[in-house]
C-alpha cells in the first residue's frame, strides 16, 4: 500500500524556472522528510520537517510541512541543471519504518 | 569517514543462486535498514535492524535474510534468487533518537536471469 503519493511523477522545465513538488497523504507522520537521489548514487537527505505548519528554506528550495501533518511540498526557486534528480518524500511513523513516496523526476536544462 | 558501503555495486545471478549483499557503517548507527528500489514503486522495506543480534521484518522481506552479528555490518542474504528479485538494492542507517533520517549506500544493481 502506497501511503504517500508524489506529484508530479516527470517534471522538465528550462533553467530559471521555478516549480513546486507535492507530497500527499492520507495518514499523519511524526515527520516528512525530503530526499534528492542522482542516477546511479543512493538517496541524499535534504530536509526534515517535524511541525505542522513548518517551513524551512535551504538556499533556493523551500520545504513545507502542512497543518495536519499528513502532505508536503518542495518549492525550488530559479532552477539550475544541478537540481535535476529524483525527489523523494518519506514519512516516519515514530522512530522506525519510514514510507517513501514513489518520487518526481526533474530535468532542468540549460 | 566511509559512511555506509555496500559491495558489489553490480551482480548478475542466475535463478536459484544464493548470494549476500554486504553493508558496513562507520557512524555508529544502531539503527540500520535493507531497502528494494523498483521503477515507479519508490523504495520500499525489506528488514531492519535496531541493534546487534536484533532484526524485523520490513514491507517485504520474503525471499531475504538478515542477521546482525556487529553494529557495523547489516549483510542481506538471497537464498535462491528469483527474476522478481532484480531490483537496486539500498542500504541505509540511521541515527538514534532522531527524527528518522536515513543515509543510504551507494546501493547494489541486481539481476536475476
Known amino acids: 500500500t502506497q501511503l ?16 513546486t513538488v507535492y507530497c500527499n497523504s492520507s495518514s499523519v507522520f511524526s515527520s516528512l522528510q525530503w530526499y534528492r537521489q542522482e542516477p546511479g548514487e543512493g ?10 505548519g513548518e517551513v524551512k528554506k535551504l538556499k533556493r528550495l523551500t520545504f513545507q510541512f502542512g497543518d495536519a501533518r499528513k502532505d508536503s511540498s518542495l518549492h525550488i526557486t530559479a532552477a ?10 518519506a514519512g516516519a511513523k ?3 519504518k519510514l ?11 540549460p | 569517514n566511509a559512511g555506509v558501503t555496500q559491495t558489489p555495486k553490480f551482480q548478475v545471478l542466475k535463478t536459484g543462486q544464493s548470494m549476500t549483499l554486504q553493508c558496513a557503517q562507520d557512524m555508529n548507527h544502531e539503527y540500520m535498514s535493507w531497502y528494494r528500489q ?16 536484533i532484526t524485523d521484518q520490513g514491507e517485504v522481506p520474503n525471499g531475504y535474510n538478515v542477521s546482525r552479528s ?22 541505509a542507517t540511521q541515527p538514534t533518537g532522531g527524527p528518522g533520517e536515513q543515509y543510504f549506500g551507494p546501493g547494489t544493481r541486481l539481476t536475476v536471469t
Not at chain 1, 43 to 51: C, G
Not at chain 1, 82 to 87: A, E, F, I, K, N
Not at chain 2, 38 to 53: E, K, T
Open chain 1, 4 to 19: 504517500l503519493e508524489q506529484s508530479p511523477q516527470f517534471l522538465s522545465i528550462q533553467e530559471g524556472e521555478n516549480l
Open chain 1, 43 to 52: 538517496p541524499v537527505l535534504l530536509v526534515t520537517v517535524v511541525t505542522g
Open chain 1, 80 to 89: 539550475q541543471p544541478g537540481d535535476t534528480g529524483l525527489y523523494l518524500c
Open chain 1, 94 to 96: 515514530g522512530f522506525q
Open chain 1, 99 to 109: 514510507v517513501f513516496g514513489t518520487g518526481t523526476r526533474l530535468l532542468v536544462s
Open chain 2, 38 to 53: 523498483d521503477p515507479g514503486m519508490g523504495l520500499r522495506l525489506i528488514h531492519y535492524s535496531v541493534g546487534a543480534g
Open chain 2, 70 to 91: 556487529t553494529t557495523e555490518d547489516f549483510p542481506l542474504r538471497l537464498l535462491s534468487a528469483a527474476p522478481s528479485q532484480t531490483s537496486v538494492y539500498f542500504c
